[in-house]
């Protein structure tokens, strides 16, 4: 199965041709969704015990499963997060695919984890943390906020008297749903400040006074977020870091899609503060071009880290070794085995230098700027608010959340575009709105004009 035969040399063309092709093209054809029982009809059997050859297996790939998948990179995907790697990193996801590289110890990776470190002391210094703080890339944001979470639990489960407590947490509405599922995993309580606009310096307080004496004992870090998911919002970092460094708590800023944004001039100044985290998640694969998936998580104390996450067991030890000593991504998040998944950012990075990335990002905000301004020019939608980073809200004027709903799936079927309803609390009332997000700098002027006339 391993060995090298002309069958294989030819599959091998047929892949390499293939991504090729679809690296070079910038506008793939935005794919459809398909019922599970419509794809089985079309595939049949694929795993069988003779196998059904690579040619058979690739062509329905190509002609059946690629097409039912949404390209995330598409220009007019604007929903969710959407995504938007460089040719570059994408290049070099094959080539460290096809390198066979362990990423978790430096005695097997240190060439693959040596170049990821690169890129990550580029990441580390967009934040503005104290020399020392050091980070390592995870499968993404949720990973990257559990390793964060853990270890500030563990921070604080050194004191003798929180041993046996049931740590607690406070963040914003506008938090990330990662914050609130990765507490369950670690079984801590989350208290929500109530708003889901920027988390300020006295909501954050009030919040904190309002706990009860055993709340109070129990909590042991706030999460900020830095640029919400929903809108783009950045909490008040700096406020939030007095409060932190007042009350002792382990201060967690969540960036995993505006972190993108420390590298644009234009707006790093609304992340003042947070050059005082304990820890901090950026995920490359949303607003750093890189393809899934490759999140990130900074420790302003990378040790504290460390005695949270280091795995124990004899068939170790050798890694401890002065022979095999250097960094050990393993011992800073929660995965042992990983790929080197920082390697296609370091090379993007490396090949295009840090200005383009930086342009790139200022596409982005640009880009929203100027969907805020279309949609104040235009009389059937309004801003629910100014866009904020990439993100933009608004609403079609007199849409009810069906018609909202009818208008994604019929833009979706036609292949024509990927853009989703969200909710924007309102007082105490959720608002259905719409909600563009930028990532891709290929998104055109045309391309936001063309959407917003299908809601006519
Ligand atoms: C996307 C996102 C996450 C989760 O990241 P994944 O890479 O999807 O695991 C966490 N926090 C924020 C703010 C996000 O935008």
Redesign the pocket.
């Known amino acids: 199965m391993h060995n090298i035969d002309i069958g294989l040399v030819e599959m091998t063309l047929d892949v390499v041709k293939y991504a090729i092709n679809r690296i070079t093209k910038t506008d793939p054809e935005l794919g459809k969704p398909k019922k599970e029982e419509e794809l089985k009809v079309l595939v049949g059997e694929t795993i069988t015990s003779e196998g059904i050859g690579g040619e058979n297996a690739f062509n329905i790939f190509k002609e059946v499963l690629i097409k039912a998948t949404v390209p995330i990179d598409h220009p007019r995907h604007l929903a969710f ?1 959407p995504a938007s790697p460089t040719r570059a990193a994408i290049m070099f996801d094959l080539v460290t695919s096809a390198s066979s590289i362990h990423g978790a110890y430096w005695m097997e990776g240190a060439g693959g984890i040596f170049a990821e470190n690169e890129a990550m002391k580029w990441l580390v210094s967009l934040t503005g943390l104290p020399e020392n703080a050091f980070g390592v890339f995870t499968s ?4 990257a ?1 559990l390793s964060a979470m853990v270890a500030a639990r563990e921070n604080w489960r050194k004191d003798p008297e929180n041993v046996n407590k049931k740590g607690l947490i406070v963040t914003s509405v506008g938090a ?1 749903s ?1 914050i609130k599922s990765m507490a369950k995993v670690i079984d801590a309580d989350v208290v929500l400040v109530p708003t889901e606009d920027l988390m300020s310096k006295a909501d954050l307080q009030k919040t904190i006074d309002g706990l009860d004496a055993y709340q109070r004992k129990r909590l042991f870090s706030v999460v900020a ?1 830095g ?3 929903n809108a783009g919002i950045i909490d008040d970092l700096k406020g939030i870091s007095e409060i932190c460094a007042k009350e002792n708590l382990w201060f967690h800023v ?1 960036a ?2 505006g972190g993108g944004a420390l590298a644009a001039d234009s707006v790093r100044h609304l992340f003042n503060g947070i050059e005082k985290a304990d820890s901090i ?1 950026i ?1 490359p ?2 607003w750093l071009f890189s393809p899934y ?1 490759c ?1 990130a998580v900074i420790y302003k104390n990378p040790e504290l880290a460390k005695e949270a996450h280091a795995q124990e067991g004899s068939y170790l030890d050798i890694f401890k070794d002065e022979g095999s000593r250097g960094f050990n991504p393993s011992e800073y998040q929660i995965q042992l085995t990983r790929r080197v998944r920082g390697l296609p950012l370091w090379f993007s990075l490396a090949m295009h230098g840090t200005d383009r990335y930086k342009s790139a990002v200022e596409k982005g905000i640009e880009l929203a700027n100027l969907a805020g301004e279309i949609i104040k020019e235009n009389p059937i939608v309004e801003l629910v608010r100014e866009p904020s980073l990439s993100c933009v809200l608004f609403r079609r004027k007199g849409w009810t959340p069906l018609e909202y709903r009818d208008w994604t799936y019929k833009n979706h079927k036609d292949g024509f575009a990927l853009v989703t309803p969200t909710k924007w609390k309102m007082g105490d009332t959720f608002e259905t709105v719409s909600r563009f997000c930028f990532i891709n700098p290929d998104t055109t002027e045309e391309d936001i004009r063309a959407i917003l006339k299908t809601m006519e």
């Open positions: 997060v993404g944001g949720t990973a906020n990330h990662s977020t640029g919400t998911t969540d995993a899609y998640t995920d694969h949303k998936d999140g």
